[in-house]
T-cell receptor, first 115, second 114 residues
Framework: DADVTQTPRNRITKTGKRIMLECSQT?????MYWYRQDPGLGLRLIYY???????NKGEISDGYSVSRQAQAKFSLSLESAIPNQTALYFC??????????????FGPGTRLTVL | KQEVTQIPAALSVPEGENLVLNCSFT??????LQWFRQDPGKGLTSLLL?????REQTSGRLNASLDKSSGRSTLYIAASQPGDSATYLC?????????????FGRGTQLTVWP
């Protein structure tokens, strides 16, 4: 089984709808991240969480919110989706305290299309 | 703000060639540098991680070097194969209060044809 899973894998929605993307991990890592990838722009950080009580905005947090329900779960919400939020969304985990030098491990991604 | 650049943006080569992919970054205060592989529509697979104190890392046919002072890394792929076709991403992990955030380049799209 994959260590980092994301649901759904694909989603098509309409402008104005509320959408939640979910991420779960079995690696036991404290740190979790949400990135989005747009063609030609690379990956950009939306939000990150260093533990259940610590959530921080990334460089493009406007229009998004997150919830860290447990060490293993980190959800990303779009309160009112807009077409320019169409992108590939990735969840990642890391744990520098385990001697892994903060190597990040990524989920398979969620392809979101907002019409 | 850290900026990561990858050159070339795309590369198409015949099978068997040795390749060099380049990555540069603007702020040398990095914790480590990671190279990832991404297949179309798929997630990222970590290939190599180089600590800021290291000069290179090797895994099979892949060798990554790091020159922190000049802000450069290269990924060397020996004896390329069609299965190497993918996008290769470079990312740096910056020291400081936001330790753990990765800054990504836009990637090099590699095609290896038989």
């Amino acid at each position: 089984d994959a260590d980092v899973t994301q649901t759904p894998r694909n989603r098509i929605t309409k402008t104005g709808k509320r959408i939640m993307l979910e991420c779960s991990q079995t690696k036991g890592h404290d740190r979790m991240y949400w990135y989005r990838q747009d063609p030609g722009l690379g990956l950009r950080l939306i939000y990150y969480s260093f533990d259940v009580k610590d959530i921080n905005k990334g460089e493009i947090s406007d229009g998004y919110s997150v919830s860290r329900q447990a060490q293993a779960k980190f959800s990303l919400s779009l309160e009112s989706a807009i077409p320019n939020q169409t992108a590939l969304y990735f969840c990642a985990t890391s744990d520098p305290g385990r001697g892994s030098l903060n190597e990040q491990f990524f989920g398979p991604g969620t392809r979101l299309t907002v019409l | 703000k850290q900026e990561v650049t990858q050159i070339p943006a795309a590369l198409s080569v015949p099978e068997g060639e040795n390749l060099v992919l380049n990555c540069s970054f603007t702020d040398s205060a990095i914790y480590n540098l990671q190279w990832f592989r991404q297949d179309p529509g798929k997630g990222l697979t970590s290939l190599l991680l180089i600590q800021s104190s290291q000069r290179e890392q090797t895994s099979g046919r892949l060798n990554a070097s790091l020159d922190k002072s000049s802000g450069r890394s290269t990924l060397y792929i020996a004896a390329s194969q069609p299965g190497d076709s993918a996008t290769y991403l470079c990312a740096v992990d910056e020291r400081g209060s936001t330790l753990g955030r990765l800054y990504f380049g836009r990637g090099t799209q590699l095609t290896v044809w038989p």
